[in-house]
């Protein structure tokens, strides 16, 4: 057993995220486990960029209200207490609903060669309020 260095907070970038999003890394991947964790913390109206997982992805949402969909299909509102699992390679976007912070828990796998995430176009104001 070990505790790990904490890492400093970081601000999402803006090729991935719209808005004011913070990244607390919670675990990387130590092999042999692949686990990633991180909080990730979105201002009122804050997003990711439509995004897909190697190996999926779960959410876990702590505080606030936040939005999520999933390539074609409906915005869904999500709260504190919601889990949400997105399949390997299906893309799709999540963050903060219009007037609220959210803050969500996201934990994937990290494959032991190759991408552990496919970062696409950022998510549109008509796409976000749909």
């Known amino acids: ?40 913390r979105f201002s ?3 997003r ?14 702590t505080e606030g209200l ?8 409906e915005v869904i509102t999500i709260r504190p207490g919601d889990t949400v699992y997105t399949p390997p390679g299906e893309w799709h976007w999540h963050g903060a609903a219009r007037d609220n912070f959210m803050i969500h828990l996201a934990i994937w796998e990290a494959p032991e060669s190759g991408a552990e995430s496919e970062w696409g176009e950022l998510v549109t104001d008509e796409e976000y309020l749909t």
């Not at 070990?2 to 808005?19: D, L, N, P, W, Y």
């Not at 990711?48 to 949402?61: D, I, K, M, P, Y």
């Not at 936040?66 to 299909?73: D, F, K, L, N, V």
């Open 66 to 73: 936040g939005r999520a969909q999933e390539r074609g299909g």
């Open 44 to 46: 009122p109206g804050s």
């Open 48 to 61: 990711t960029a439509w995004h897909s997982h190697a190996f999926g992805q779960t959410l876990r949402v």
């Open 1 to 40: 057993m070990h505790i790990q260095q904490v890492k400093a907070t970081r601000a999402g970038s803006s090729e991935m995220f719209t808005g004011t999003v913070y990244i607390d890394e919670i675990t990387a991947r130590n092999i042999p486990s692949k686990m990633r964790v991180n909080t990730v």
